[in-house]
C-alpha cells in the first residue's frame, strides 16, 4: 500500500480527534447511506476515514444491523487497513488529505469499491485549525478541481450541491 499520511500530519490528526467535535459530519450523511444501502441491497460498508465510528453508530440507531461495518482511520491503527465493501463512504475526509497524498488515497478508495462509494467533500476553510495553525481542511479547491480527480477513478451516478462542497455518489469503474 503507497503512503496515504506523513507521520507529522498523523500526529496532527490523532491530537485533533480527541476533539469530541471533530469527525462528527458522518451523522448528519447517516440516513442517507441508510437509504443507498437499502435500495441498492448491499451488504457490507467501509468507512474510509472513520474517525471515531460515529457512521456505524449513527447507522445502528437508525436500525441499520444487518450490514457488515469496516472502519479505516490511519489515526485508529487498532481498526486495520481499508477493506473492501459493496459501499465505500469517505465523508468530510478528501479535504482533510495532504496534497501530496491525494492519489494514493484516490487509488486506495477505487481498490476498496465493489460497487458503490458515497463520498462528500468540503470546499472551503474549516471551522477547526490544526496545531500547527493550518486550517484543518488542506485541501480547498471547488468542484471543478475535483471532479477529473474524482472521474478518473469512478463513474459519477449522481453529484449534488451542499452548502460548502458537494456529494458524490460513484459506482465501480474498470
Not at 16 to 26: C, E, F, I, R, T
Not at 103 to 116: A, S, Y
Not at 121 to 142: C, F, M, Y
Request: hydrophobic share 35%; net charge positive; charged share 25%.
Amino acid at each position: 500500500m503507497n503512503q496515504t499520511i506523513s507521520d507529522n500530519y498523523l500526529k496532527l490528526q490523532k491530537k485533533l480527534h480527541k476533539n469530541p467535535n471533530y469527525g462528527v459530519a458522518s451523522i448528519g450523511f447517516a440516513s442517507s447511506v441508510k437509504k443507498i444501502i437499502e435500495e441498492a441491497k448491499l451488504s457490507s460498508i467501509s468507512d474510509y476515514g472513520a474517525g471515531k465510528k460515529n457512521l456505524q453508530k449513527t447507522l445502528n440507531n437508525l436500525g441499520l444491523n444487518n450490514c457488515q461495518y469496516y472502519p479505516y482511520d490511519p489515526a485508529f491503527p487498532e481498526y486495520g487497513p481499508p477493506k473492501e465493501a459493496d459501499l465505500v463512504c469517505c465523508i468530510d475526509v478528501l479535504e482533510h488529505i495532504e496534497e501530496i497524498f491525494l492519489d494514493n488515497v484516490l487509488n486506495d478508495l477505487k481498490k476498496i469499491t465493489k460497487k458503490l462509494g458515497f463520498f462528500t467533500i468540503h470546499t472551503g476553510p474549516a471551522v477547526k485549525i490544526l496545531e500547527d495553525g493550518r486550517n484543518a481542511h488542506l485541501i480547498q479547491k471547488p468542484p471543478s478541481w475535483w471532479l477529473p480527480k474524482m472521474c478518473s477513478k469512478f463513474e459519477i451516478k449522481h453529484l449534488q450541491e451542499i452548502p460548502n462542497g458537494f456529494i458524490l455518489l460513484t459506482k465501480f469503474k474498470e
